[in-house]
């Protein structure tokens, strides 16, 4: 403000107090800070013990959740005009009216926003953050806290999304504005709740869940427990760590080293031999086999524990 604003303001309180001064002694009370729930500033929200002029507009109200300040200067020309008792105790004197409000706050967005995008995305649910994450949309008093969203994009791949945000969701708009954030979606993956050395078998009360977003996870992240249970780590896996497809074989039946009955079935006959396993393997693996008496070694199915089978004569080979 310039050195002339700055004397006239001060010229113009100066008029207003002399005023003020040939007003009547003190009857009316200035009411500094007042919240209000209607378009129309009355002069009871400004003045205690008017009477019956309370109820006398003196302006609009501010926008629903916004204050408005009406200074000494203007307090004075308004009791002067509706010829009330008051005078101001010093050019400070104000008053600050507060609009009372209905808030649409962020976190009900982010709901809203959640609940659209969910079906548009694979994930279990999704993790919305607002850009402006001090939104707020102020309805007048006595508006239903609803909303609804127009013109949803969705960029799942960069997770981002924009849209319009309308308050109340019904009847007559309120409020409008654009919303925009980042939406992570998130799914839930089996973990191991204890540490798991190879050999050990995993059991369904060895399993929890844990949440990972969707772009974090690879092809090989296992999502469906059952596809752990009954499975051995090849390497020990620490527990609340999502697990890979590669982590986990089946329990060998049947270890390297082991002595193993190999089992020949031809027609009706049926012939056992004793053999050393040349390599481990799980149920219906093929491995190699050495018959402990001829030395010869021979390709087997494992049936069972340390039990192979051989499937012909012909298949065997030589060292």
């Known amino acids: 403000m310039n050195k002339l604003s700055l004397i006239a303001l001060s010229a113009s309180l100066s008029a207003a107090l002399s005023l ?18 209607g378009d129309t500033v009355l002069l009871g929200d400004l003045f205690d013990d008017v009477g019956d002029k309370a109820g006398q507009p003196v302006g609009r109200a501010p926008a629903p959740g916004r204050r408005a300040t009406y200074d ?24 600050v009216l507060t609009r009372g409000s209905t808030i649409v706050d962020a976190e009900r967005v982010r709901d809203a926003v959640a609940q659209e995008l969910a079906g548009r995305s694979e994930a279990d649910r999704l993790d919305v953050d607002l850009d402006n994450k001090l939104l707020e949309l102020h309805l007048p008093s006595g508006q239903p806290a609803t909303l609804k969203l127009e013109s949803v994009t969705y960029d799942q791949v960069q997770g981002r999304f924009s849209a319009v945000v309308v308050a109340p969701a019904e009847g007559p708009e309120q409020g409008r504005t654009a919303i925009s954030g980042r939406a992570a979606a998130i799914v839930e993956v089996p973990v191991l709740t204890r540490r798991i050395k190879p050999g050990e078998i995993i059991t369904a009360s060895d399993i929890g869940y844990t949440e990972v977003r969707m772009n974090r996870i690879g092809a090989e992240l296992l999502r469906d427990a059952d596809d752990l249970v009954g499975q051995t780590p090849r390497r020990q896996i620490s527990a609340n760590t999502p697990v ?76």
């Open 20 to 37: 003020a001064a040939a007003l009547p002694a003190d009857s009316a009370t200035l009411r500094t800070d007042a919240t209000i729930e």
């Open 72 to 95: 000494a200067g203007f307090l004075v020309r308004l009791a002067s005009y509706h010829q009330l008792g008051w005078r101001p105790a010093s050019q400070y004197d104000r008053v």
């Open 244 to 319: 890979r497809a590669r982590d986990l074989q089946q329990p060998q039946v049947v270890a390297k080293g082991a002595l193993v009955t190999m089992v020949l079935q031809h027609k009706s006959m049926m012939l056992t031999a004793q053999g050393k396993a040349l390599e481990g393997g799980s149920d219906g693996a093929v491995i190699r086999v050495v018959n402990t008496m001829s030395n010869r070694t021979v390709e087997a199915v494992v049936v069972g524990p340390n039990q192979v089978t051989v499937a012909r004569p012909g298949a065997a080979i030589l060292n």
